[in-house]
């Protein structure tokens, strides 16, 4: 149980386009979504949190304008990554988290490697 | 707000040896340390966890132990193997806005020579 799955797994875009990236929980309902970014041979860093029906809260330093995040419903949220630049090429990694689940455990989708011409 | 430091950031092992790698965590308030394998190019995977009211905890071949009054922690692999292989990474948890966030470790590359 408990899959997240992540929508495209990979996406190449010209400098100046938008990008939407999908996390789906598949088999449960997740109250919160989290949305990482990891560059190459570095660690995981959380971009923002998301819970369904608000808005979403972004970690310092990351620009809410440029990353949009959605959390339309218990099993979708979106990240949009708006006038894209070589430099937001990366791999982005979603999770989720529902109430009531073991600890604070996360499940990690399969990620999306976006690179920017 | 939370800081983990991860220590070694490589490691290089003969199959058949143990491997250890430590972080330390800044925020006395966070309760959940779990532990992550990652391969290139794939998602984070859970091998092991543990909560602050635990000192120890093993899965097979697996062990992390936690001291909370001096705030680190600790992942033992015994006989490795070359599949495990692999990136490792630490994470802390606690509560912040009513919810809770991982903050992870920078990572630990783990070589497993046969």
């Known amino acids: 149980g408990a899959v997240v799955s992540q929508h495209p797994s990979r996406v190449i875009c010209k400098s100046g386009t938008s990008v939407k990236i999908e996390c789906r929980s598949l088999d449960f309902q997740a109250t919160t979504m989290f949305w990482y970014r990891q560059f190459p041979k570095q660690s995981l860093m959380l971009m923002a949190t998301?819970?369904?029906?608000?808005?979403?809260?972004?970690e310092q330093g990351v620009e809410k304008d440029k990353f949009l995040i959605n959390h339309a419903s218990l099993t979708l949220s979106t990240l949009t990554v708006t006038s894209a630049h070589p430099e937001d090429s990366s791999f982005y990694i979603c999770?989720?988290?529902?109430?009531?689940?073991?600890?604070?455990?996360?499940?990690f989708g399969p990620g999306t490697r976006l690179t920017v011409l | 707000g939370e800081n983990v430091e991860q220590h070694p950031s490589t490691l290089s092992v003969q199959e058949g040896d143990s491997a250890v790698i430590k972080c330390t965590y800044s925020d006395s308030a966070s309760n959940y340390f779990p532990w992550y394998k990652q391969e290139l190019g794939k998602r984070p995977q859970l091998i092991i966890d543990?909560?602050?009211?635990?000192g120890e905890k093993k899965d097979q071949r697996i062990a992390v132990t936690l001291n909370k009054t001096a705030k680190h922690f600790s992942l033992h692999i015994t006989e490795t193997q070359p599949e495990d292989s692999a990136v490792y990474f630490c994470?802390?948890?606690?509560?912040?806005?009513?919810?809770?966030?991982?903050?992870f470790g920078a990572g630990t590359r783990l070589a497993v020579h046969p």
């Open positions: 999770s989720a988290s529902f109430s009531g689940g073991l600890y604070n455990e996360q499940f």
């Open positions: 998301s819970n369904e029906g608000s808005k979403a809260t972004y």
């Open positions: 543990i909560r602050s009211n635990v």
């Open positions: 994470a802390a948890s606690a509560s912040s806005g009513g919810y809770n966030k991982l903050i």
